[in-house]
């Protein structure tokens, strides 16, 4: 893969049937998922928002989950979520997730992966 990619799915709730991933320029593996959305358009939105907000280090909040895994938050600037990354194995780990979606976030091409 030669770009980041912004994928668009499919969920199984009936209630809020799309999300988004944001792939790795790098490896391809999925480093940010999406709230769930009610409407596409809603969820394209939601992606619009990664592209203006990814490359702001302060839209980032570290978190740790209750094991104990690191992971992150990206917030809009109105400090609404707009998506998770996975759990990581270390702090570092997590940081170098945050410096990719940094990185990625506002030069992804969208796909309808549904």
């Not at 009936?14 to 944001?22: A, I, K, R, T």
């Amino acid at each position: 893969m030669d770009f980041p990619r912004l994928e668009i799915r499919n969920s199984e709730s009936e209630d809020q049937p799309f999300y988004f991933v944001l792939r790795s320029q790098n490896n391809g593996e999925v480093i940010l998922t999406s709230e769930m959305y009610t409407t596409k358009s809603d969820c394209e939105n939601g992606i619009e928002s990664v592209k203006n907000n990814a490359s702001d280090i302060e839209n980032y909040e570290r978190k740790t989950s209750k094991n104990g895994e690191p992971y992150f938050v990206l917030k809009a600037a109105n400090g609404e979520i707009i998506g998770r990354s996975e759990m990581y194995s270390s702090e570092v780990n997590r940081d170098n997730g945050i410096k990719a979606v940094q990185r990625d976030g506002a030069q992804v091409e969208t796909e309808l992966a549904v």
